[in-house]
């Protein structure tokens, strides 16, 4: 067994040392303590497999063959743990999270999806590099196997060893989130077992499932608006613009357009991921909340959706946005929300335009369609939605816009700066409205999807981050007759169909929805939000106070948001009821996904 270690040590060397990275990277003070707790965890899953390996040879013998198929048994898994954790460890740094069965599972189902992103992060020279590197460690392992065979191996020290690994497993780890401590290997195997997404059973749901019973009623009111224009911003929230207080110059033309607008300071996501962020924004319901968008499989939405219900009250309903269709199944999903037209990249003229990330092109290239449906669809009440894409990740912008010093930081800085390219194009579309005598009978609504996270809370992008650099977005309405004014109340993207319907002459009816008119909304309202990522983080946010649960990816935290809305000093169990808040948040997540997957589909 003795020489079996010593041929192993290198392995483990490398093993722990990433784990400590990765723990250093995940947990702002892990302490002694908290190194010691994750490296024995670590040290327990090598110890099992080397084990398991020496008391196969002590049973089956030591003979060339069987130790050189053993040696070279025990090196391949080895390699595998040692490249999961570097995978694991990759993560960590351009996430600030931790990888766990959920997101594994997803990444692998996805995986034509996934690779644009990895190659956007992974230089081919590094995936090259590392290749070479991992070839001459089995180049080298293979020429020991054939020099050095394996002595006799003790059936007793074999079980030692393998005993100490489970024993270093079944402890867990007291002063280290469970999501962090636990081997990756172990978090893969078991997970899905002993942390399953919990789902209310329909017996227990205080709200009835989500049911296509909604319609449009005619107030009598009447309406000002042929044309609706919302125009959700790709990964702007509040803060990226200069629309919040101490904000960056990236807006200025939002900023003007503002002061003539009603403006909603406290508006948050329901997932900070944009196809979960579209379908809450046009169908008024909380989305499905697991990382999986089976809101785009066919019949994939529950209710029917603002678009749907407009087309029924004679509007044209048109979606723009400068990314692939195929992109988590795009087209289906607006489909589902009730789109008559879809306008991707595969419709666009691409001719004159640059891409800006791995799967949109600048979004000036919608302007030209945009002109062209304006004239096509004269004389006729439209509801156009717009997604742009150049805030996207990775941050590009066309070579012909001037970059602007915002952040000392360069990717920072070309995310804020593809923000101002996004205000720009705002002011261009507007302008297509004017220049077609529609301005005056078009109602405008500009929206952040979700914002983008760049280490304020240890936390980058934005699907697993619920601070409110990513949860709280930008939310204006612009059109004759709206006052200018700003508002305070807590509103949500799925309050935006019932206060689009009013300003419409219209009453969305139906028990299924969730949102309310943002002016409906009163000073005590509140905002529950998801991660996109499953079972990962949730929020409650209140007029003057926000909780937060990670989950066993962190602790619980909470926050004096009115004071303190940058979220710098955690004040969790200040509050007698900051636990109860937890567990409610979780009971309302159950009953969300019960309401939502126990619907009937049209």
């Known amino acids: 067994m003795k020489s079996l270690l010593v041929q192993y040590l290198p392995f483990l060397a490398v093993a722990l040392a990433l784990k400590g990275l990765r723990t250093g990277l995940l947990v702002a003070e892990p302490g002694i303590r908290g190194y010691a707790d ?49 995978v694991a460890v990759t993560f960590a740094a351009e996430t600030g999270g931790a990888l766990d069965h959920h997101l594994f599972t997803f990444a692998l189902v996805n995986l034509v999806a996934v ?5 956007s992060e992974v230089p081919a020279s590094q995936l090259v590099s590392v290749a070479m590197i991992v070839a001459a460690l089995v180049g080298a392992r293979a020429w020991q196997i054939h020099r050095r065979p394996i002595s006799n191996v003790s059936v007793r020290a074999a079980a030692v060893t393998t005993g100490f690994g489970l024993l270093a497993l079944t402890l867990l780890p007291a002063s280290l989130p469970r999501a962090v401590a636990i081997p990756l290997p172990v978090e893969l195997a078991l997970g899905p077992w002993v942390d399953p997404v919990r789902v209310a059973a329909f017996a227990d749901l205080s709200r009835p499932p989500y049911a296509p019973d909604g319609r449009l009623r005619e107030t009598g009111e009447g309406s000002r608006y042929d044309h609706v224009v919302v125009v959700a911003l790709e990964s702007t929230g509040l803060f990226a613009t200069s629309l919040a207080e101490g904000g960056p110059a990236t807006t200025p033309f939002l900023r003007r357009l503002a002061e003539e607008s009603a403006v909603f300071e406290r508006a948050y996501v329901a997932v900070p991921h944009s196809s979960k962020s579209v379908v809450a924004l046009n169908c008024g319901i909380t989305p499905l ?28 309903t048109l979606y723009f946005g400068a990314h692939v269709g195929g992109f988590e199944r795009w087209r289906r999903l607006m489909r589902n929300l ?31 369609p945009t002109r062209e449906w304006l004239a096509r669809t004269a004389g006729r009440r439209v509801y156009s939605f717009y997604l742009t894409s150049t805030a996207h990740h990775d941050y590009g912008m066309p070579s012909d816009h001037p970059r602007r010093p915002f952040a000392a930081d360069d990717r920072h800085d070309r995310y804020l700066n593809a923000v101002h390219y996004q205000d720009r194009f705002l002011e261009k579309l507007m302008d297509l409205y004017r220049e077609a005598g529609l301005y005056e009978r078009t109602l405008f609504v500009v929206v952040g999807d979700h914002g983008e996270a760049f280490g304020e809370h240890r936390r980058r992008l934005h699907d697993h981050v619920i601070y409110d650099e990513v949860i709280r977005v930008p939310l204006l309405l ?61 929020a409650l946010v209140t007029p003057t106070r926000k909780v937060i649960s990670h989950f066993d990816h962190a602790p619980a935290e909470a926050y004096v948001i009115d004071a303190d809305p940058r979220e710098t000093v955690d004040v969790f169990g200040a509050d007698p009821g900051d636990a109860e808040a937890v567990r409610a948040l979780h009971g309302w997540k159950e009953e969300q996904l019960g309401r939502f997957l126990g619907a009937e589909r049209r």
Not at 347 to 361: H, I, P, Q, S, W
């Open 38 to 86: 994750a490296l024995m965890a670590e040290l327990g899953i090598h110890a099992v497999w080397l084990g398991s390996i020496g008391l196969g040879l002590a049973l089956f013998g030591t003979r060339r063959f069987a130790a050189s198929s053993a040696q070279i048994v025990l090196s391949a898994g080895a390699f595998v743990l040692i490249l999961l954790e570097l």
């Open 115 to 119: 690779l644009p992103l990895i190659r």
């Open 289 to 316: 909340l697991v990382m999986d968008v089976r809101e785009g499989d066919p019949d994939g939405i529950p209710v029917r959706c603002l678009p749907d219900l407009l087309r029924d009250a004679g509007f044209q």
């Open 338 to 368: 009730g789109f008559a037209v879809t306008i991707t990249l595969e419709r666009l003229d691409r001719t004159g335009f640059e891409a800006v990330n791995y799967f949109a092109y600048e979004d000036d290239i919608l302007l030209q």
């Open 478 to 538: 612009h059109g004759a007759g709206i006052a200018a004014g700003r508002h305070s109340q807590i509103v949500g993207h799925a309050d935006l169909p019932p206060t689009l319907a009013s300003l419409l002459g219209f009453e969305l009816l139906g028990a299924s929805y969730d949102g309310r008119s943002f002016f409906e909304r009163g000073v005590e309202s509140v905002a529950r939000v998801s991660c996109f990522y499953t079972e990962r983080c949730l």
